[in-house]
């Protein structure tokens, strides 16, 4: 089996995360932890008779919206981590390996 000819590789695109966005998936991701804890087999809400009002199920899908919204528009585009990532590869090792 022959080997693809070598294509020259590019740095990854890098985006950089401020930490506020950073804070907010970590809290995004405890709140969808607990949601699944309360939803989970065996709990009260899984229950066949519990019942879910629309309006609570809308402003959780909303709210999830929101906040995946707002950590995306901090995310951004860093030229500095990607020039610096590429420095790394040419050493034959990526920063801070």
């Known amino acids: ?5 070598s294509a020259q590789t590019h740095a990854p695109t890098v ?4 930490e506020h966005a950073h804070v907010e998936l970590i ?3 405890d709140h969808l932890r607990l949601m699944a804890q309360l939803t989970e087999c065996g709990s009260n809400a899984s229950r066949h008779d519990a ?7 809308a402003w959780w899908f909303s709210r999830l919206s929101r906040d995946i919204s ?4 901090a995310t951004y585009f860093s030229s500095e981590v990607a020039s610096s990532a590429r420095g790394g590869r040419r050493g ?3 920063a801070g390996s």
């Open 70 to 73: 707002a950590v995306v528009d």
């Open 27 to 29: 809290q995004l991701r």
């Open 92 to 94: 034959g090792r990526a």
């Open 51 to 57: 019942r879910l009002r629309p309006d609570a199920l």
């Open 1 to 5: 089996m022959s080997e693809a000819p």
């Open 15 to 18: 985006y950089a995360l401020p």
